[in-house]
């Protein structure tokens, strides 16, 4: 069975600092991957999606970056956070047949910035 | 205008009752749709996926999708305490990119 993992759960970073958010999906192969950020009120918001390794997606231009340096490894990244920037991060998977394949989502990661 | 809506609750029911919860979007070329239910603090689960228009059931779950109406449901039977969580809708018109509603907050009473 496939399992998606996150981490770190739970971070609070000052203003200005760098980010990096890490994500593994164990159990398949060429999977599709996704950030996606969950604002208090707000829907999820997807961020990044990539298809492959190294082939990455923006969906919202902000000061987040995101990688795909293996095929099941996802990282979310920012070399100086704003407060904007606080949230629920969640990564997601998705089998690399179709673009509307079900996604199955990570245990997130709780970012609070100061 | 949001592209997914739905009622942000919260919605409390007793146990066992049948529970709808519903969402409405604006984009004619949605034909794909998803419900998650997530947990306070949690991340999505995915429960019922549905193409184009039509029912379909899992369980005591059922989503249904009328295209005319631009209007997607999920019903839950048997409602128990532990449905207690916020539901999310999403839709895509055959992209990567799913639009997720706001969620709805269930609460089901012992």
């Known amino acids: 069975s496939q399992t998606i993992h996150q981490w770190p759960a739970t971070l609070v970073q000052p203003v200005g600092s760098p980010l990096s958010l890490e994500c593994t999906v164990e159990g398949t192969s060429n999977p599709n991957l996704y950030w996606y950020r969950q604002a208090a009120g707000r829907g999820l918001q997807l961020l990044f999606y990539s298809v492959g390794i190294g082939q990455i997606s923006s969906e919202v231009p902000q000061n987040l970056s995101a990688s795909r340096p293996q095929d099941r490894q996802f990282i979310l990244s920012s070399k100086k956070l704003l407060l904007s920037d606080s949230g629920f991060y969640l990564c997601?998977?998705?089998?690399?047949?179709?673009?509307?394949?079900?996604?199955?989502f990570g245990p997130g990661t709780r970012l609070t910035v100061l | 205008q949001k592209e997914v809506e739905q009622d942000p609750g919260p919605l409390s029911v007793p146990e066992g009752a049948i529970v709808s919860l519903n969402c409405t979007y604006s984009?004619?070329?949605?034909?794909?749709f998803m419900w998650y239910r997530q947990y306070s603090r949690k991340g999505p689960e995915l429960l019922m996926y549905?193409?184009?228009?039509g029912n379909k059931e899992d369980g005591r779950f059922t989503a249904q999708v009328d295209k005319s109406s631009k209007y997607i449901s999920l019903f839950i039977r048997d409602s128990q305490p532990s449905d207690s969580a916020t539901y999310l809708c999403a839709a895509s018109s055959g992209t990567y990119k799913y639009i997720f509603g706001t969620g709805t907050r269930l609460k089901v009473l012992a």
């Open positions: 984009n004619s070329a949605f034909q794909y």
């Open positions: 997601a998977w998705s089998r690399g047949e179709m673009p509307t394949d079900t996604q199955y």
């Open positions: 549905t193409y184009s228009s």
